[in-house]
């Protein structure tokens, strides 16, 4: 007996299934495809022909028209020899078969969205959960139904793989857009999640934002900001591009206005998007990824991850949601061949010791933040900290030293590579214009001692 549904052309599956019939060839094209499965099929007797013929591709037995109509006369779930002169009638008006599959999976999708739809309002009197839990459980279950289908990877050889590593050319890697970076982490793949660390006034954003400009004269780059506005992000984009400093900006002034013109002009040949989401969740982050990597996108910067919000389970600790978090956007990265960049707090241990310089346990709520990325940066300020250290007496040892350490970390700053699955350990050092949003790698130079080591 057929379910009730508007949803499904049994004429359709018909020319499919007869043209199959015609030609093992066509099977096997089919199946190439990677689309459909035997449940994507309407009508029962369909669905036990498809999983006939696949189960007997798969063992290389022959399949001709003799050998049919002996299964099509043993076997009644199949519809009948009758039912099999149908398949091979409708076979003869079909033109294009990959369409004709096309069709009847996207059939079988819009059947399984309306059952999901269905069962969803039957349940959802009993579900005790907020209306944004009630819409994200929604969005991310019509996204498996819609977007999870039989991926497109297939399994090679060793030798394979490693051609595509000689011949592709550095496809599957993208730069930091630093070179002093990428020197040591031989560019970052496809694929990987990398943590952008640091304590408040580091300058964690203005990286982000130096890195997504640098990078998106060559690709396309995504800019989710969850903190502060699009309007707040394109005045320090501004400040960057138009070599002016903010408060230039914000006050209007005339001496600003030329070079906000030439931010203006050089943004024209920036693929940079920017998208103020506060309040965003996983599944919705997912639905960006996707359309994001469908405009050919491959970098996503989100700032920052701890504004994630995560509707899982209610009891679940902070750490629990930021475990779910790194996993849900290492899985993104890969799925989608995308690099992602999520900024992060550090926890406030680096405040109360002596050396302030930012480690691995460091990062804020969970450990899955290292082992789910592939690299972790540290922004580090020595300045920030010598500046709040200054000794009273003015005429002593020490206040002589304090101001060698200002002097020597003035304006600047380090990205330290605490982590780097297939690069090195190092740090990197930089000149520091926040009114002008801009960081600027410091060539061949480092620096050792209490606040920096």
Same mark, same amino acid.
């Given at each position: 007996?057929?379910?009730?549904?508007?949803?499904?052309?049994?004429?359709?599956?018909?020319?499919?299934?007869?043209?199959?019939l015609l030609?093992?060839?066509?099977?096997e094209?089919?199946?190439?495809?990677?689309?459909? /499965?035997?449940?994507d099929?309407?009508?029962?007797?369909?669905?036990?022909?498809?999983?006939?013929?696949?189960? %007997?591709?798969?063992?290389?037995?022959?399949?001709?028209? &003799?050998?049919?109509?002996?299964?099509? /006369?043993?076997?009644?779930?199949l #519809? +009948?020899?009758?039912?099999?002169?149908?398949?091979?009638?409708?076979?003869?008006?079909?033109?294009?078969?990959?369409?004709? &599959?096309?069709?009847?999976?996207?059939?079988?999708t819009?059947?399984?969205?309306?059952?999901?739809?269905?069962?969803?309002i039957?349940?959802?009197?009993?579900?005790?959960? @907020?209306?944004?839990?009630?819409?994200?459980?929604? !969005?991310?279950?019509?996204?498996?139904? *819609?977007?999870?289908?039989? @991926?497109?990877?297939?399994?090679?050889?060793? /030798?394979?793989?490693?051609?595509?590593v000689?011949?592709?050319?550095?496809?599957?890697s993208?730069?930091?857009?630093?070179?002093?970076?990428?020197?040591?982490?031989? +560019?970052?793949?496809?694929?990987?999640?990398?943590?952008?660390?640091?304590?408040?006034?580091?300058?964690?954003?203005?990286?982000?934002?130096?890195?997504?400009?640098?990078?998106?004269?060559q690709?396309?780059?995504?800019?989710?900001?969850?903190?502060?506005?699009?309007?707040?992000?394109?005045?320090?984009?501004?400040?960057?591009?138009?070599?002016?400093?903010?408060?230039?900006?914000?006050?209007?002034?005339?001496?600003?206005?030329?070079k906000?013109?030439? &931010?203006?002009?050089?943004?024209?040949?920036?693929?940079?998007?920017?998208?103020? $989401?506060?309040?965003?969740?996983?599944?919705?982050?997912?639905?960006?990824?996707?359309?994001?990597?469908?405009? +050919? #996108?491959?970098?996503?910067?989100?700032?920052?991850?701890?504004?994630?919000?995560? =509707? +899982?389970?209610?009891?679940?600790? =902070?750490?629990?949601?930021? =475990?779910?978090? !790194?996993?849900?956007?290492?899985?993104?990265?890969?799925e989608?061949?995308?690099?992602?960049?999520?900024?992060?707090?550090?926890?406030?241990?680096?405040? *109360?010791? /002596?050396?302030?310089?930012?480690?691995?346990?460091?990062? %804020?709520?969970?450990?899955?933040?290292?082992?789910?990325?592939? *690299?972790?940066?540290?922004?580090?300020?020595?300045e920030?900290?010598?500046?709040?250290?200054?000794?009273?007496?003015?005429?002593?040892?020490?206040?002589?030293?304090?101001?060698?350490?200002l002097?020597?970390?003035?304006?600047?700053?380090?990205?330290?590579?605490?982590?780097?699955?297939?690069?090195?350990l190092?740090?990197?050092?930089?000149?520091?214009?926040?009114?002008?949003?801009?960081?600027?790698?410091?060539q061949?130079? $480092?620096?050792?001692?209490?606040?920096?080591?």
């Amino acid at each position: 007996m057929l379910n009730q549904t508007k949803h499904f052309n049994l004429d359709l599956e018909m020319q499919l299934l007869g043209s199959i019939l015609l030609s093992n060839n066509y099977l096997e094209f089919v199946l190439n495809l990677q689309i459909l /499965e035997p449940l994507d099929f309407y009508y029962l007797p369909h669905q036990k022909l498809i999983s006939i013929l696949i189960e %007997r591709h798969k063992n290389n037995l022959l399949t001709n028209h &003799a050998i049919l109509k002996k299964m099509f /006369e043993e076997n009644k779930e199949l #519809g +009948g020899i009758e039912h099999l002169k149908q398949l091979y009638y409708e076979s003869k008006g079909i033109f294009d078969i990959k369409s004709c &599959a096309l069709a009847v999976k996207e059939l079988s999708t819009k059947r399984k969205i309306e059952a999901m739809l269905q069962g969803f309002i039957v349940n959802m009197e009993s579900q005790e959960k @907020t209306t944004l839990q009630i819409a994200d459980d929604l !969005t991310q279950s019509l996204q498996e139904v *819609v977007y999870n289908l039989p @991926t497109n990877s297939k399994p090679i050889s060793l /030798e394979d793989a490693i051609s595509r590593v000689i011949n592709d050319n550095n496809e599957e890697s993208i730069s930091l857009g630093y070179s002093n970076i990428d020197d040591l982490l031989n +560019g970052v793949d496809l694929g990987s999640f990398v943590i952008l660390a640091g304590r408040p006034s580091m300058g964690k954003s203005s990286v982000a934002l130096n890195i997504a400009i640098r990078l998106a004269y060559q690709i396309p780059v995504l800019f989710l900001s969850l903190e502060v506005s699009n309007i707040q992000i394109a005045k320090r984009a501004m400040a960057n591009l138009g070599d002016v400093a903010l408060n230039e900006i914000r006050g209007k002034k005339p001496i600003a206005h030329a070079k906000e013109l030439t &931010a203006k002009q050089l943004s024209k040949n920036i693929k940079l998007t920017l998208k103020d $989401t506060g309040g965003i969740t996983l599944s919705m982050i997912r639905n960006e990824v996707k359309n994001f990597k469908a405009q +050919g #996108g491959k970098l996503l910067i989100i700032d920052y991850i701890q504004l994630i919000k995560h =509707t +899982g389970r209610k009891n679940g600790t =902070t750490a629990d949601d930021i =475990t779910a978090i !790194t996993n849900e956007l290492k899985s993104l990265a890969m799925e989608y061949k995308i690099v992602i960049v999520g900024l992060s707090q550090l926890n406030r241990g680096v405040e *109360v010791r /002596e050396n302030k310089r930012p480690m691995l346990s460091d990062l %804020r709520s969970s450990g899955s933040l290292e082992q789910d990325a592939d *690299v972790v940066l540290f922004v580090h300020r020595p300045e920030y900290y010598i500046m709040q250290d200054q000794p009273r007496d003015e005429n002593s040892t020490k206040f002589i030293q304090w101001q060698n350490d200002l002097t020597k970390w003035k304006n600047k700053a380090m990205i330290i590579i605490a982590k780097a699955r297939d690069g090195k350990l190092g740090d990197c050092n930089f000149y520091v214009n926040f009114e002008k949003q801009q960081f600027n790698e410091i060539q061949n130079e $480092t620096y050792q001692g209490n606040y920096g080591e």
